[in-house]
C-alpha cells in the first residue's frame, strides 16, 4: 500500500528534522560553555542527512520485496565543529591559561537561529504532506460508505 | 479484461487512483529529504505511465529533469513539491468522487434486485 509507506517516508523527515532542531537548540544552549565532559570549550554540533529506506522496517523490507522504492531520510552523522575556539582575553578566570586567554566556543547565534527557522520550515512541510496523505486515505476508505 | 460488477471506467480509475498514491509517495520522499546533500528530486513521468500501464505494474521512478542544482549538489524545489502535493491530493479527490458513483450504481442494482 503505497499510500501508507508515503506516511512513514513524511515521518522519517520528521525525525530527521526534530533531531537537528535538537543539536541547534543544544548549540545556542552552550554558546558560553567553558568546560566539556571531553574537556576544552564545548564545539558546534550539526546534523549530515542522507536518504534512507523508510523509518518502518516492515514496510521498508516490504517494499524492497515487492520491487519498489521509498526514500525517506535519517541523520548519518553528527559532526562537530573543528575550527580553533576563540581566546578571550579574562585574566583570573577559573578556565583561563597560562597569559590568561579563555577559550570558548566559535559560535554565532545568528548562524544557528538562521539553521532553526530552515528546520522548522521543514518540518512543517513535511507535516503538510503527512496532512495530504492522510486525507487521500480518507477518500478511500469513505469510498465503501 | 472485462469484470462482470464494475466497468472499464471504475478499472481505469482504479489504475488512476493507485498512480497518484504512487506518485505522492515520491512529493513525501522529496519534501523529506530537502536537506539531504546530493539528493536528486524523483518523479514519474504521469502521463506516459498511465498510457502505458493500463495493466498494473510498477512505474519508472525518473529524476525530474530541468531543476537548478543548488550548492550542496540537492535540487528539490519546495514549492514545485507543495503544488504537486495540493495537485495530487485534488486528483485523487476527483478520482474518488467518481468511483464512488460506480459503486453507488452497483449497490443500487443489487438493493433493487431484492
Known amino acids: ?145 | 479484461m472485462a469484470d462482470p460488477v464494475l466497468n472499464g471506467i471504475a478499472l481505469r480509475l482504479e489504475h488512476y487512483m493507485d498512480l497518484l498514491g504512487k506518485r505522492q509517495q515520491l512529493v513525501a520522499a522529496n519534501i523529506a529529504n530537502a536537506d539531504t546533500p546530493g539528493y536528486k528530486t524523483k518523479d514519474i513521468d504521469f502521463q506516459f505511465e498511465f498510457a502505458s500501464l493500463m495493466e498494473g505494474g510498477t512505474p519508472h521512478v525518473i529524476e525530474a529533469p530541468g531543476l537548478a542544482v543548488k550548492n550542496d549538489g540537492n535540487n528539490v524545489v519546495m514549492e514545485r513539491e507543495t503544488r504537486l502535493l495540493s495537485e495530487n491530493a485534488l486528483r485523487f479527490s476527483l478520482a474518488s468522487n467518481l468511483m464512488r458513483g460506480e459503486i453507488r450504481r452497483v449497490r443500487s442494482a443489487i438493493d433493487e434486485g431484492r
Open chain 1, 1 to 145: 500500500m503505497s499510500l501508507l509507506s508515503a506516511l512513514s517516508v513524511s515521518a522519517s523527515g520528521l525525525e530527521a528534522q526534530r533531531s537537528r532542531a535538537e543539536l541547534l537548540v543544544e548549540n545556542l544552549a552552550n554558546a558560553e560553555t567553558t568546560r566539556t565532559p571531553e574537556g576544552g570549550p564545548y564545539r558546534r554540533k550539526d546534523a549530515i542527512f542522507s536518504s534512507a529506506p523508510q523509518s518502518s522496517p516492515f514496510s521498508a523490507e516490504f517494499q524492497r520485496e515487492m520491487g519498489s522504492y521509498s526514500n525517506g531520510v535519517e541523520v548519518s552523522e553528527i559532526f562537530e565543529d573543528q575550527r580553533e575556539p576563540e581566546k578571550r582575553f579574562i585574566p583570573g578566570h577559573p578556565d583561563a591559561d597560562a597569559s590568561g586567554y579563555v577559550a570558548f566556543p566559535r559560535m554565532n547565534p545568528a548562524e544557528d537561529m538562521v539553521d532553526l527557522i530552515a528546520s522548522s520550515r521543514g518540518y512543517g512541510a513535511n507535516v503538510s504532506a503527512m496532512a495530504a496523505v492522510k486525507d487521500m486515505i480518507q477518500k478511500s476508505i469513505d469510498l465503501l460508505k
